[in-house]
């Protein structure tokens, strides 16, 4: 099927009872039994829901994954997925992934003896430099946040192969509609489900999506042994939105396409990143693996204060974190997303006080441009 008939239908018969079209919210805690141990499938809802069943077949559908188990947050699939890992065992990740992630990894999970390095993903050879005898991991974000940069999947998933590492790709920023991870060779794809997927910045949630039967084993065993399960609501908000998102990432695409080339031919602007522009450094890989290169757009006007003009003018793009909703975002990473990272870090990662990141959402074309074109009206010039 095709990916918005998948988006649509997958997961989600009528319901046997009533014939009703939506999957309803199962708001349950448990299901009765007929005698001891003779039920319909489902016991305790921390083992299992129905919402929470059709919302995971839905978006595995989407992936072209066997598996799909969801979290109660993109955090929680996160962690789910790296305590797959034991004490002792050491995994790479890219070098600017989300902070949330750099957060849970370096302050939480090495305490409990894994040990990570960061590694530049976009770099082929840097990812076979890093990898020592104890290494059973690769973790992917692409496109990163707030740069942007591609890496080359089908490369890293023929150095996993080769080095018998799980390969793992946070897919949050592109989604299952411009990118495949699991298509081009890796083992296991997980979302923030709270951006895309959702679409409509109404809930929070995660999502690992797996077609290796013994790591979905392990990932649904965590999430029932550890708890960290999403509400039905929230599986059923959720799957309100994977409905549209074929719809919403064309929208998005295409309009950031078109703010990214008048951003980047704008006056105030220094640099315009995004990996649609043929000045992108990885324009050519972005082409290569994904349909389209997304509503995320990263700008430096700088200065601090540029930005904070910038931020301040906006009148339609909202100045918050997140990303991925049907509203358009706007954000100054440097002492936001990332004000976790050090200073050091965010130096060497080109994170300037100055650097504006916006996620374009569904609102008219025009009128996001003029939004931006009027801020930047008032933005004290740049010095390069
Ligand atoms: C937001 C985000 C996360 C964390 O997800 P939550 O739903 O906020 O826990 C992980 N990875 C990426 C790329 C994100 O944007």
Redesign the pocket.
Known sequence: MGFSTDAVHAGQQPDPSTGAVITPIYQTSTYVQESIGVHQGYEYARGDNPTRSAYEKNVAALEKATHGIAFG??????DATICTLSAGDHFLMTED??G??HRLFSRIRTRHGLKFDRVKTHEVEAVRAAIRPETRMLFV?TP??PNLLISDLRALSALCREHKLVMVV?N??ATPYLQRPLEMGADVV??????YLNGHSDM???IVLTSNEKLAEQIRFIQFAAGAIPGPFDCWLAMRGTKTLGLRMQCHDASARVLAERLDAHPATLRTIYPGLASHPHHELAKQQMRGFGGMISFDLGSREAARVMLEEVKIFALAE???GVESLISQPAEMTHASISQADRDALGITPGLVRISVGIEDLEDLWKDLEDALAKVPAAVS
């Open positions: 947050s993109g955090m929680a699939a996160i992934v989300y949330g992630t974000e990163t946040n946070d949050t920023f997980l979302h923030s489900a709270t951006k929070v949630g995660g997140s990303l991925g």
